[in-house]
């Protein structure tokens, strides 16, 4: 099937579940690519440079930005991160639908440059819930973990700000319908 090449924002808390259904979705559509952002977070165990981040160090970053490469950047719990203009550009150049990871002032920036953007909101069954997840990933210290839930209470209030909100209850569940918006969304109407 033809598919119009679009950008996919997934936002949502920390802990929420978007790394898990991203994971699900690019499984079922081979269409689809997720752009490789730039950060200066530190590097997790299993983590690759160049496939789940560019990591950077400050200057490097802050070169970037001067250089103007950022279609969008923000600091987040502490770190920078930013969307790469042509990680953006060349996969829509190939025809590909280009899904971006970001938090929710991302989004806003995306959307605002970018009107044909679709965006998606992963929503916890409950806070309590986002909690246990973001402790059993065992990936931050218990101060970025609290960091992170300060910017979770900001990004839930603004969910219906969204085109669409998936709750990530179950993921084989969520993920279902998350490629269900994909699949709309991308869709070609033929004439
Ligand atoms: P995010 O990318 O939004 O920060 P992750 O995808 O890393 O979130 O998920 C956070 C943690 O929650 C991970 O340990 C993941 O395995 C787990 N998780 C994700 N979805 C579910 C779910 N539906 N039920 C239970 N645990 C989940
Ligand atoms: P993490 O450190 O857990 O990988 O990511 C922390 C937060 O930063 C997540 O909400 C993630 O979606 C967001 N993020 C990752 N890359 C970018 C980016 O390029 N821009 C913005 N605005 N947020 C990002």
Known sequence: MHRRARVLIVSGPSGAGKGTLIEGLLRRFSFLTVAVSATTRPQRPGEVDGREYHFMTPDGFEAAVAEDRFLEHVVYA???????????????????????????????????????????????????????????????????????????????AAMAEFDHRVLNDDVERAVEELAAIVDAETRMEHA
């Open 78 to 156: 502490g770190h920078h991160y930013g969307t790469l203009r042509s990680e953006v550009d060349r996969h829509l150049a190939l025809g590909r639908s280009v899904v971006l990871e970001i938090e929710l002032r991302g989004a806003r920036a995306v959307r605002e440059a970018l009107p044909d953007a679709v965006s998606v909101f992963i929503e916890p069954p409950s806070f309590e819930e986002l909690v246990r997840r973001l402790k059993g990933r065992n990936t931050e210290a218990a101060a970025d973990i609290d960091r992170r839930l300060e910017e979770s209470r900001v990004e839930l």
